[in-house]
Antibody, heavy 119, light 107 residues
């Protein structure tokens, strides 16, 4: 069964870049028709879709974040990454990675990692 | 962007009760609607995919229905472990969006 695990700094300073990695185990990130996705959730609030990447490198981003987001994939390490630039306190949230079907559900999620933006 | 509106926002229910949560889409999304359960300090877990298909390992008391713009998640014979927040999610168009969530409290 596929498992996903987020990692990265828990504290980022305002105006800097948030960088997270999602390690995939239990299967190759290159196999199957899946999109590898990032979602975030501010404390006590709902879920926000950030964007996704296919193993070909094709990406889709939420227009609300598009100017600041980059998602990349490293098939040799079986992982994908999120970079969010020029962060502010509003970017403080739990960040989840997930595996999604091309036009479907998000069947598998990581446990999430809290990122706080503060000086 | 497609807006998903869930109702109610909060519901307090007793064990063995039947619960219905609705999700309304701002435009037709066919059957591209999925339901997730999120317990405190846990990641969301897929319950129902494509409006009515149960995900592997999900108890049979959870079921979904609907198409187009109106969808329902039903929990038959509620159990204490079902206390959670439930979210709907559409995969019909980009960007993907989620409902605001429905929090279930068990009395």
């Amino acid at each position: 069964q596929v498992q996903l695990q987020e990692s990265g700094p828990g504290l980022v300073k305002p105006s800097e870049t948030l960088s997270l990695t999602c390690a995939v185990s239990g299967g190759s990130i290159s196999s199957g028709s899946y999109y590898w996705t990032w979602i975030r959730q501010p404390a006590g609030k709902g879920l926000e879709w950030i964007g996704r990447i296919y193993t070909s490198g094709s990406t889709n981003y939420n227009p609300s974040l598009k100017s600041r987001v980059t998602i990349s994939v490293d098939t040799s390490k079986n992982q994908f990454s999120l970079n969010l630039s020029s962060v502010t306190a509003a970017d403080t949230a739990v960040y989840y990675c997930a595996r999604g079907l091309v036009n479907g559900d998000l069947g598998y999620w990581g446990q999430g990692t809290l990122v706080t933006v503060s000086s | 962007e497609i807006v998903l509106t869930q109702s109610p926002d909060f519901q307090s229910v007793t064990p063995k009760e039947k619960v219905t949560i609705t999700c309304r889409a701002s435009q037709s999304i066919g059957s591209s609607l999925h339901w997730y359960q999120q317990k405190p300090d846990q990641s969301p877990k897929l319950l129902i995919k494509y409006a009515s298909q149960s995900f592997s390992g999900v108890p049979s008391r959870f079921s979904g229905s609907g198409s187009g713009t109106d969808f329902t998640l039903t929990i038959n014979s509620l159990e204490a472990e079902d206390a959670a927040t439930y979210y709907c999610h559409q995969s019909s168009s980009l960007p993907r969006t989620f409902g605001q969530g429905t929090k279930l409290e068990i009395k």
